[in-house]
Structures are given as structure tokens and as C-alpha cells.
């Protein structure tokens, strides 16, 4: 019988620090919107319909996860198995439930890419994920804001009665849903199941998203049932290739053999069968298969080019062979984000596990008979039929299973989420006792009206939904309750309300740095820059000597909002200020070497270049390294800086 059990997992592993104390009030850039699409390709008619829906304003009210380092040294892991006797599989309940490692005892080989470090860095929506394995996303597009974060989990019986199935929960805070995922191995099956089920409780629509990412070696072919793709790169433009040989006749689907990191969403036509698979040279490797509601498929590349090479360094340890990305998601891109209709759900099931092929007809020019060869293998080894069947199964047995066993803990939001609207969610329990103290000020504002009296000098989360912004509205107006309801107005869409709210409370208050910072945030995002300066080095001139996280978080806005104003002096000043710990980061000696170069003291700029430093934090696709360089010298851009994911 299939078992799931505890394990321990040691790592060499950078630890992921605090988040981020200030809130993510900065309105997320261009990105998010709706794509440039080449005028010479037809969208379907839904893909119009969803490009650019409901783009994300902020990542409220999600804090940003950028306390960690580069400095790596062994850990343990918390670590869930599943087993039969054909398959392993290591779940990590504690990093947004991310699959690590899908073992195929039979063959004695890996079918994953395995990340042989756990390194975070600063590509998830609110900064800290890391690569390898398969992941969970959703949200909105882009890596999850729980990459790292505890999910609930669980033992629950299989839907087939036979062992037991890994149930993993949480409460999504972006789009504010519940969701789950199933993990079980039927007795002698060499494919991991999973079932996903996305839930709306609230009674108005909600744009929703989901993707499962799944890292793979990249010295593989990825073949999926189509001969049309959208291609997306980071020059943020939509196109239509054909495949496998795009217009520059080279066959994007070795994925070594694109120059810079691109994403290709695989046009699968209405009635094929859904499935991607990553193949070797001996035509083996992994597939992944579903039921219908989970409908596109993606390949994601790093490419040959040196951009791509020095982010694949730096996401493990060297040496590391690199990975690509084999995806699958509600829509035909990312740029979608489907309506989730009102107390309604969406839910599928998926299937991973090994493959075999004729390498010949894997790896021929002819497309056709190449994946026509891996989708008859395909059928062989798992038929779509039993994967209705498995899925109907579940929805029928499984879905609505109240957990056993407690396995881990993840977040008491959903619980406070439950105790306000009372929302019935068999399956995923979301009771009291996982309140902590995060949500204790909500708990209080719930039952008797009011927050906490006490002002907090350093405050928590805001939930930001229409139902906690009513209840903010009507409790009593002290300084504290304007700074969390300028932040759910903000997170609304209500700007001019927000710098109202927060002007009020400023008036009363005795600590007047948080309602500052938030004031500057505005300022800067509407357009009054050496305003929101004032306001930065106010709100730090206040907070300086306090809480050293909040003292570094704050005086790194800071100077970057004096830079942009001119203000190097000022800058300089606030620099010196900081905790000794803060301004050996790798973060502050990048901002030391812009600071001297506004200075007008270029070659100490460039001696700090010299002298190395890793801005821990750096954003995927971040060109401002290259860009101070730049205006350093004419000399090639170190490989050591070298991140850049689009061509000149």
C-alpha cells in the first residue's frame, strides 16, 4: 500500500530571513498589463477576452520575502513522502508544498530537475522562491507569493481505498481563495496523481490563475501535441511561431538552443488529449498529463546566452547542470487570468511519471510522428480514459475528505477568513485553533468593533478585502485604524481616499514613521518625487535607532528616492546611519557604489564594483546593474553582473 510519512531532508541552504517589515504599497509596473501582440496574429477569442483582465495594482496583502541571504550552510528540511513500490516522491510542506524530488525506483533514476542547494531569490511576486521541483502557483501571473511559505497538510484516505493520499491547503492572498492539492500513489501505479481544486466562497466573480511549474534537466526535447505557439520573451511582445522550427529556423524545442530566455505557450487544439513531456536522448524522461479544464502547456528556457547562464549560477551551486520549465495552466498563456464565477469552483487532476519512447521518432525532424510516437507511448502507459476515470473518483471520494492526521501547519489567514464569513469548505478545515498572532488584531477589530488600543510601532499585514475595508471604515478613527485603512483603500484602487486616510492619522499620531512612509510611497507613485524624498528621510529621521530591520528596510527606500531627487548628500547621510550589519549587504554596497558615482567620485564607484559584492534580492529580468556600469565605462559588463534576459 502506498504510505505517506515524515522524512528530513538536510540541504546546503541560505536561510530565508524576516519579510520585509514596510507594506508592498508600490504599484506593480507595465508588466502586468496586457501584452503588445503582433498585429499579424489572430487571438482567439477568449485569449482577447483574458489578456490584461485584472491585473494586480500591488501585492497586497502580501509582505515582500527579501530577508535572505547568499551564504549557504546545512539544514533541515521538513519533508512529506509518498511511496509505493514503484515511485518516490519528497513533498515540502514548509516551501509552498513544492514537489522536490520524483524518484522511479525501477529505472533508478531521477525525473526531475533537483535542486541540489536551496538558494532563494527574488523571482516569486513578492520576492523569495527558488528553482527545482514542481511548484504550485497561483494567484496571478508570475511565481506564487506562498513559494516559500507553510501550507496545511495532511493525511487523507485515497480516494481508491487503497493508503493513503497528501493533502495540501492554504488560503491564497492575493485573489483571496481557498485551494488544494491531492497528491496520491495508487498500489503499483508508476504515475503520481494530482488533483487541484480552486474555490471562489465569496458572492461576486474573481479573476483566478494557476500554473504547475515543473523544472526539468534542459539537455532534453520538450514535446506537447501542438505545431503553433505564442512566443513571449522579455522584450514583454506576443507572437505567434510555428513549431518546433521558429522563423529563424532553429528548433526552440531543445531548449539549449535558444540564445536568451523566452516562454513558448503551446497552441493545443480543442479535443487533444493535454500533456508535455521532457525527453533525453534515449527517449526517456518525464511526462505530465490531465483532464481537460487544465488546458495550456508551456515550455520556458533560460537560453545559451550569458544572461541566462549567470541566473541558472546563481539560482544553486557551480557545476549544477541547468533546467528548463515544463508548465501547465488554466489558460493558454500567463497573461490570462480567467473569471472564477461566484461561489462557484474549478478543479482538475494531473498525472506525472516516467516515459519511454523510440529516441528515433523522439528526436526526428519529422513533428508529427515525433510526438504522435510520445503520445501512443502516452496512451500505453496511462490512458486519458483512466485519467477521467481517476479524477471522477476523486471528485466522488476524495475532494470533500476531511483531513486526518496533521502533518504541518501553514497560515492562520484562512481562519480568520472563516471565522468573519463563516464559509463552509469541506475538505480544507480552516479553524480557530490556527489563529496566531498575526491575526489577533483582526480577531479583535471582528468582535468588538475597534483594533487594539495600543498603537503599534511596528504594524502587521492589512487584510484589504471589500468586507475588512468596511469594518475599518466604521471603527473608530485613531491612527492606527487610518494606517490599515489607507492601505486597504490603496490596495482598492482608492488613492486620493488612501493619502486622506493616512493624512488624518497622521495628525494624532505619536509614531509617525509608518503613516510617513506610506505618504512617500504615494507621493512617489503619483508623481511628486522630491516630495516623497521629504517624506522618506522624515519618516526615517524619525525610525532611525529603532527596530534595525525597519531602520534598514526604510533607509533603503530612502536613498533611493534621494538619488532620484539629487540628493546625494542627504543620501550620503542616511547611509552612514545605518546598522554596520545592514551596509555590508550586498544590496548597500550596490547603493554605495551609486551614491559615490553621484558623488562624482567614479573611480571609488568602480572599485566597489571591483571588489565584488551579490545583491541577494535582484529582481529576474533587473537590467540596473548593467545600466550603472554603463555609466562607470565602456568596458564589457563582468560575467559576475551579468543578468540580463533580452538582447540589447
Not at 583 to 608: C, I, K, Q, S
Request: aromatic residues 8%; hydrophobic residues 40%.
Amino acid at each position: 500500500m502506498t504510505t505517506v510519512r515524515r522524512a528530513v531532508l538536510t540541504l546546503p541552504a541560505a536561510p530565508l530571513g524576516p519579510d520585509n517589515p514596510l507594506p508592498a504599497l508600490h504599484l506593480l509596473d507595465g508588466a502586468a498589463a496586457a501584452p503588445a501582440v503582433d498585429g499579424r496574429a489572430a487571438l482567439p477569442r477568449d485569449m482577447a477576452r483574458q489578456l490584461g483582465h485584472a491585473p494586480l495594482r500591488t501585492l497586497l496583502p502580501a509582505r515582500v520575502r527579501d530577508g535572505y541571504g547568499r551564504a549557504r550552510t546545512p539544514r533541515d528540511l521538513d519533508a512529506l513522502v509518498i511511496e509505493n513500490e514503484r515511485l518516490r516522491v519528497t513533498v515540502l510542506p514548509g516551501l509552498g508544498g513544492r514537489v522536490h524530488s520524483l524518484y522511479d525506483k525501477t529505472a533508478d533514476r531521477e525525473l526531475l530537475y533537483r535542486n541540489p542547494v536551496f538558494q532563494p531569490a527574488a523571482f516569486a511576486l513578492n520576492g523569495a522562491w527558488f528553482s527545482g521541483g514542481i511548484e504550485w502557483n497561483i494567484g496571478a501571473r508570475g511565481h506564487t507569493t506562498l513559494s516559500c511559505a507553510p501550507l496545511h497538510a495532511a493525511a487523507v484516505p485515497a480516494p481508491d481505498g487503497d493508503g493513503e493520499m497528501l493533502r495540501l491547503w492554504e488560503w491564497e492572498p492575493l485573489r483571496d481563495l481557498p485551494f488544494q492539492v491531492d497528491l496520491w500513489l495508487p498500489a503499483g501505479a508508476a504515475h503520481l496523481r494530482v488533483a487541484v481544486r480552486i474555490r471562489n466562497p465569496h458572492e461576486r466573480p474573481v479573476p483566478t490563475y494557476w500554473w504547475s511549474n515543473t523544472a526539468v534537466p534542459e539537455d532534453r526535447r520538450i514535446l506537447a501535441p501542438a505545431d503553433q505557439a505564442w512566443h513571449y520573451g522579455y522584450e514583454r511582445a506576443l507572437r505567434r511561431v510555428p513549431v518546433p522550427v521558429t522563423p529563424d529556423g532553429t528548433d526552440r524545442t531543445y531548449p539549449l538552443r535558444g540564445s536568451h530566455a523566452a516562454d513558448y505557450f503551446y497552441e493545443v487544439p480543442d479535443g487533444r488529449r493535454r500533456w508535455i513531456a521532457a525527453l533525453d536522448g534515449t527517449g526517456a524522461g518525464l511526462v505530465q498529463t490531465s483532464t481537460d479544464p487544465l488546458r495550456g502547456r508551456k515550455l520556458f528556457l533560460w537560453g545559451s546566452g550569458r544572461g541566462g547562464r549567470r541566473w541558472q549560477e546563481w539560482l544553486t551551486e557551480p557545476g549544477t547542470p541547468g533546467y528548463a520549465e515544463i508548465q501547465a495552466g488554466l489558460a493558454r498563456t500567463q497573461l490570462e487570468h480567467p473569471t472564477l464565477e461566484p461561489e462557484s469552483e474549478v478543479s482538475w487532476l494531473e498525472v506525472y511519471g516516467p516515459l519511454a519512447a523510440d529516441p528515433a521518432a523522439v528526436h526526428g525532424a519529422d513533428w508529427a510522428a515525433a510526438t504522435g510516437t510520445v503520445e501512443a507511448a502516452l496512451d500505453r502507459a496511462v490512458p486519458r480514459a483512466e485519467v477521467e476515470a481517476a479524477y471522477a473518483l476523486w471528485r466522488e471520494r476524495g475532494a470533500d475528505t476531511e483531513p486526518g492526521e496533521r502533518l504541518a501547519e501553514g497560515s492562520g489567514w484562512g481562519a480568520l477568513e472563516v471565522l468573519r464569513a463563516e464559509y463552509a469548505l469541506p475538505g480544507t478545515p480552516f479553524g480557530e485553533e490556527q489563529l496566531g498572532e498575526e491575526q489577533r488584531p483582526w480577531v479583535h477589530l471582528l468582535r468588538t468593533g475597534a483594533l487594539p488600543e495600543a498603537e503599534e510601532t511596528r504594524p502587521g499585514r492589512t487584510p484589504v478585502s471589500d468586507a475588512w475595508r468596511d469594518m475599518l471604515e466604521t471603527a473608530p478613527a485613531d491612527p492606527a485604524t487610518e494606517y490599515h485603512l489607507g492601505i486597504a483603500q490603496w490596495a482598492g484602487g482608492d488613492l486620493a481616499q488612501a493619502v486622506r486616510s493616512w493624512e488624518r492619522g497622521l495628525k494624532n499620531a505619536s509614531v509617525r514613521w509608518p503613516l510617513l512612509h506610506c505618504l512617500a510611497v504615494a507621493d512617489h507613485e503619483c508623481g511628486h518625487p522630491r516630495r516623497a524624498a521629504e517624506r522618506y528621510a522624515d519618516a526615517f529621521d524619525e525610525q532611525c535607532g529603532g527596530d534595525p530591520l525597519v531602520t534598514a528596510a526604510l533607509g533603503r527606500e530612502t536613498i533611493g528616492a534621494l538619488l532620484e531627487t539629487g540628493g546625494a548628500a542627504r543620501a550620503r547621510a542616511v547611509l552612514e546611519r545605518l546598522p554596520e550589519e545592514a551596509r555590508v549587504r550586498g544590496a548597500f554596497r550596490f547603493l554605495e557604489a551609486r551614491l559615490l558615482l553621484a558623488e562624482g567620485r567614479r573611480t571609488e564607484a568602480r572599485a566597489v564594483f571591483d571588489a565584488g559584492f551579490e545583491v541577494a534580492d535582484l529582481r529576474e529580468g533587473a537590467e540596473i546593474l548593467g545600466e550603472v556600469w554603463a555609466r562607470l565605462t565602456d568596458e564589457p559588463l563582468p560575467d559576475a553582473y551579468e543578468f540580463r534576459m533580452r538582447p540589447s
